[in-house]
């Protein structure tokens, strides 16, 4: 196994229904998530906002 280049810290606070907003330690501000399109369909919620969810972001990181 090679050896450990980066660990993150990253702290996901619950807003309200499926908002969170999480900060990643090292870079400023936070991100928000939330629910969209066929997921918010999936749950059968209808945010006040649509925000990207955690798993976009993690397709996106894989796909990189």
Do not use: C, N, W
Request: aromatic letters at 4%; zero cysteines; proline letters at 6%.
């Amino acid at each position: 196994m090679g050896e450990i280049i980066h660990t993150s810290h990253i702290q996901i606070v619950r807003e309200d229904g499926p908002t969170r907003r999480a900060t990643i330690e090292g870079l400023p501000g936070e991100v928000r998530y939330g629910v969209h399109g066929g997921i918010k369909d999936f749950y059968k919620v209808e945010p006040e906002e649509e925000l990207p969810a955690t798993l976009d972001h993690m397709i996106g990181a894989v796909g990189g």
